[in-house]
């Protein structure tokens, strides 16, 4: 459990949250390992609690009106996700399929309602959550309209980095979270590389100096909830 509550720090609403929450939450919380590949839900099952990744990485797509899933996201270690069904608003959007063997955490609505019993302003911090994610969403539309490549990609690499120092992604992906072609991505990141802001591994970018990443990503900060 201590574990645990470590890593979900990294998450900046968590770490927010009061003690007492955050036990309450890790208490009713089912931990599982999935495969990559292995699906967590789908585009159009229903709303059922929080996720947080502990270990590994998640990746969230979105079905196009051609029919043709797109990555839009790739939630990383300590990172949250997921929605309650006390917000109603429909079925799930996106459906968040594991991109490596990971380790999850899942607080299923049925406990977040046991919890809200004694803990009645975890709606409240509910609902702040959901806020941050439609901000980060609406900063990610913002920058693929008016940000150029260079400063998209650092924006990305700044997002997916918050609360760790290695990204699980390849350029292949990252190039699709940004719109741009590999080639162009590839272009960038050795420019970053060669100015010892970032360093490519397989599979994975770690940062090294994320304030100059940040600097480079047209001031977007983190957003990561």
């Known amino acids: 459990m201590q574990n645990d509550m470590r890593i979900l720090a990294r998450s900046g609403w968590f770490a927010r949250q009061p003690a007492r929450l955050r036990d309450a939450l890790l208490a009713k919380a089912r931990i599982s390992d999935v495969a990559a590949g292995q699906w967590v839900y789908g585009t159009g099952d229903a709303l059922n609690g929080l996720y947080g990744v502990l270990e590994g990485s998640v990746h969230l797509l979105m079905t196009m009106p051609d029919g043709e899933a797109r990555l839009i996201d790739i939630v990383q270690a300590g990172q949250l996700f997921g929605q309650a069904a006390h917000f109603g608003g429909g079925p799930r959007l996106v459906t968040a399929i594991a991109g490596e063997p990971s380790r999850l955490l899942h607080v299923p609505d049925r406990a977040l309602a046991e919890i809200a019993r004694s803990e009645p302003d975890v709606w409240r911090s509910f609902t702040a959550l959901l806020y941050s994610q439609l901000s980060g969403a609406l ?34 992906q990252l190039a699709e979270l940004t719109g741009l072609s590999r080639k162009t991505v590839n272009i960038h990141l050795r420019l970053l590389e060669h100015q010892k802001i970032i360093a490519t591994r397989y599979r994975a970018i770690a940062v090294l100096d994320r304030a100059r990443l940040q600097q480079h990503s047209g001031a977007f900060a983190d957003r990561k909830s």
Do not use: C, F, K
């Not at 990610?140 to 992604?169: C, F, K, N, W, Y």
């Open 139 to 172: 900063q990610l539309a913002a920058a693929s309209i008016h940000l150029s490549p260079p400063e998209r990609i650092a924006a990305r690499l700044a997002i997916l980095a918050a609360g760790a120092d290695t990204v699980t992604v390849t350029q292949a």
